[in-house]
């Protein structure tokens, strides 16, 4: 029963950690309803009355979901500056607030100002957002000069319970939170092994459901190894460590992806797309009834379900025989002679395993450090060797140089500054018309629309999914309302509740969050006897208003067109896969060796910056159809070659310190044309009338043919290279088209 108890603990901590990697989402809950709790526990008990209580509530959640820096120290530092900020801004409010159009005229410039200091980092956004935050605050409540000794105090408790509960209760140091971003990683790899198991045994009326498993699973276990990747430099003790783990956490990816890419070739009848894996709704390859060849299919499922244990085994239990011999087995498939006997597509199955059993031994090892070795085989024993070898190699590498931004109105946070101050004013004037007491809302609304977006679609999608919350949440908060009463206790213990369930699905739903906050906000509005069924539509029509000013801002002044936004940052994509792609040909046709790590890794950071630049295209309310479908497909055919890009990156790196693998000048000529096809599609997305052309012509894989004498031209690593060579080829091709760029035909 106790081994039973711990699988269940063990099951239930890797579901939690592979839905929310890092607990990012349930710490921020815990601590800003920590926070909360606290500052009302404690005015409570000094005699505060509702309203002190309600701005402190307020100020503290404000306090906690500000601060973005990841050190400790420099959260602490921000916080400090934070208090003085608020007194500051609270003060002026109160002071102004007989004073209307110079109120409004102060609050307009320090909307600027919040939105400009973003260029100063972590630090510049937190202040300007609290300064903001606290000056609504003051709005909200009706905080007036005589009142200002009792709102002081109540926010200086605020920040103090903030930093409590941040710094003592709920704790997280960069060091802790990489630490679960690992297990996280762990979980999720496991769970893309699962759905590789359900793909073994998938009939095939049930390929297609099988597939969306797959694809989720890959696309969750790169999420969690870029949320890795940005987290390397402050939690781990120094730079060799941090691209120790960077390698590792890439060569597990890799390994997973390309085995579930051979899964599907040794299911199908034909051989897999990489494009499969990568685009939603993409029609499966045909499958037979039963997988084949049927003797091996139970030999790769138990293999399969080995490699999961290897996985999710913690590291305390990491030890003895039964686990030692399912590695050796594992691993002993990097052999040839070790290969069962099946067609070629399984044995390649096979293969793909024992890389994956590899690249798991290595992650754990550079997560846990130093494993067992006693019933070691001579095959893991050479694995090992590899691994360490590759560790010796790794080091620092060079400080990347930032790149410098624009000056002036092209700076993105002077164009937003003055955009969101425009806005601002609209929805002012806007909101005076519809009401003279409540007209911040529309404020607020211009403000949060234009939070981390970068294009006028972006800010119309952010404005849809506000306004959709809102109304649903105005609903909520009817029912809440007339629940509640006058139950005050009641009433702040459901804000309670809100105040997590909007900060637990902020990174999911924005509209989500937007239902959760003005759910909570009726309940304030109880709190302050403010509350009636005119104030909750009021707040709809203040949310469409300040949308709308938002929108016709961004549309008009200083305009970022979504279609000019997205061909920048596909550009810059393109750009980093000629970086990842030459540079990885270049190492491994014998050239010096370069940090394609990093050039990944930039490359994977430009991809997701694309990703989610296209969002207003691929949107479900989006009316353009047929510009969505193409903008999918684009993506997909992104991700693929970015897959390619990366495993000839991760091949590159092992040639230094593996005998096995030889650089092979001839693969120079096998990429010329990729990376030529590349920078035409390039300059066409820089200016449409560049007459530039794709070309084609023979294809990579006919130098995977035998020559006269029946012997293979390349090895088998170099065959590898060159399959994934031609299916970047393949998918350059493919997105010629999309995009506009004539093909041209081959010249017989």
Known sequence: MKSAGRSVRARLRDGVAASDPGLLRLTAGLRTVGAIALTLAVLALSGMDVKHLVAGAMSAMVATFAI???????????????????????????????????????????????VYGRRFGDRGTALGLIGFQVYFV??????????????????????????????????????????????????????????????????????????????????????????????????????????????????????????????????????????????????????????????????????LMALRALVLRPPAEARGTALAHLRNRLLGYRDEENLPEATPAVQDVFRGIGETARAVMGLRTALDGPQDESDDSPATTRSREELDAEDA???????????????????????????????????????????????????????????????????????????????????????????VGNHTWTAFGLVLLLVFAMFYTAPLSYTLMSFFVTAMLGLLYTLLHTYSMSVLLLRVEETALGAACGIIAAALVLPIRTDRRTNELLGTV?????????????????????????????????????????????????????????????????????YHARSLAATAELLPTHPSIAADPRLRGAVRRTV???????????????????????????????????????GRITGRVLRHLERLDEAVVGLARPLGVPVATPKR
């Open 676 to 714: 030529r096809n590349i920078e035409a599609i390039a300059a066409r997305v820089e200016d449409e009338h560049a007459g530039t052309e794709v070309e084609t012509g023979p294809s990579i894989a006919s130098l995977l043919e035998f020559d006269a004498a029946g012997a293979p031209r390349y």
């Open 68 to 114: 973005r820096e990841k050190q400790p120290g420099a959260q602490a530092v921000t916080l400090a500056l934070g208090l003085p900020v608020a007194l500051a801004a609270v003060s002026v409010s109160a002071l102004l607030t007989p004073r209307v159009v110079v109120g409004d005229v102060f609050f307009v410039v320090l909307i600027f100002c919040a």
């Open 574 to 642: 393109l750009e980093r896969l000629v970086d990842v792609t030459e540079g990885a040909v270049d190492q491994l046709s014998g050239g010096p060796a370069a940090d394609l790590l990093d050039t990944a890794r930039d490359l994977d950071q430009a991809l997701g910056d694309l990703r989610g630049a296209v969002q207003p295209l691929t949107h479900p309310i989006t009316p353009l159809r047929a510009r969505r479908n193409t903008a999918q497909y684009v993506l997909a055919l992104l991700e693929t070659c970015a």
């Open 138 to 303: 003051s709005l909200f409540v009706g905080a007036k000069v005589s009142g200002l000794p009792g709102l002081w105090a109540a926010m200086a408790v605020a920040f103090a319970c903030s930093a409590l509960v941040r710094f003592a209760i709920v704790p997280a140091t960069p060091a802790r939170v990489l630490g679960r971003l690992r297990q996280a990683f762990r979980a999720r790899l496991a769970q893309l092994i699962s759905a590789q198991i359900e793909l073994l045994d998938a009939g095939p009326d049930e390929i297609d459901k099988t597939l969306e498993h797959l694809r989720d699973g890959t696309a969750r276990l790169h999420e969690t190894a870029l949320m890795i990747q940005s987290r390397l430099e402050e939690g781990t003790p120094d730079a060799s460590t941090a691209r120790l783990v960077q390698r590792r956490i890439a060569d597990a990816e890799i390994a997973a992806e390309r085995l579930g890419l051979l899964l599907l070739g040794a299911r199908s009848a034909e051989r897999a797309d990489t494009l499969t894996l990568h685009l939603p709704g993409a029609p499966a390859p045909a499958v037979g009834s039963t997988p084949a060849p049927g003797e091996a299919t139970p030999v790769v499922r138990r293999d």
């Open 393 to 483: 190699a790794i080091d620092a590498g060079e400080e990347a140089v930032p790149e410098e931004e624009p000056g002036g109105l092209r700076r993105p946070t002077t164009r937003a500054a003055v955009q969101v101050a425009v806005g601002s004013s609209l929805a002012i004037v806007g909101g005076e018309f519809l009401s003279s007491q409540r007209w911040y809302w529309a404020v607020l609304t211009c403000w949060i629309v234009f939070l981390n977006t970068a294009s006028t679609g972006e800010i119309l999608v952010k404005g849809y999914r506000r306004l959709l919350g809102t109304m649903l949440g105005v609903v909520a908060g009817i029912v809440l309302a007339g629940v």
